[in-house]
């Protein structure tokens, strides 16, 4: 599985941007796809996913700012940001995962793209 996000960029606090997340190769074999960020100096946190059935979660942080949301028919993956706030500045990661019966879970990475929120 190979992720490829796009739609970063700079905004002033109170904007809007939307990124997508494109998957290539096996997607058949994904159950969940997530958004998540990095912030310098912090860990990697999750602040959005999607399951079948269009299960969505949301971080605390960013719940009814941020919409997760898929087209199976084109292979993508969005997160709508609104109302963004400085501290939503990171990098953000596409992530696909694939659970097996067992349990096991196998992460796919994008390579990131920035968002910088000015205040």
């Known amino acids: 599985v190979q992720l490829q ?3 970063g960029g700079t905004v002033q606090a109170g904007g809007s941007l939307r990124l997508s997340c494109t998957a290539s190769g ?3 074999i994904i159950d969940t796809m997530s958004w998540f ?3 310098p100096g912090k ?3 999750r602040v959005a996913l999607i399951r079948s059935a269009d299960v969505t979660d949301y971080a605390d942080s960013v719940k009814g700012r941020f919409t997760i949301s898929r087209d199976n028919a084109k ?3 969005y997160l709508q940001m609104n109302n963004l706030k400085p501290e939503d500045s990171a990098v953000y990661y596409c992530n696909a995962r694939r659970t097996y ?3 096991l ?3 796919y990475w994008g390579q990131g793209t ?3 929120v000015s205040s």
């Open 5 to 7: 996000a796009s739609g």
């Open 26 to 28: 096996s997607v058949l």
């Open 37 to 39: 960020r990095q912030a």
């Open 43 to 45: 860990q990697r946190e």
């Open 75 to 77: 292979n993508m993956v």
């Open 101 to 103: 019966y067992t349990g």
């Open 105 to 107: 879970a196998v992460d």
């Open 114 to 116: 920035q968002v910088t």
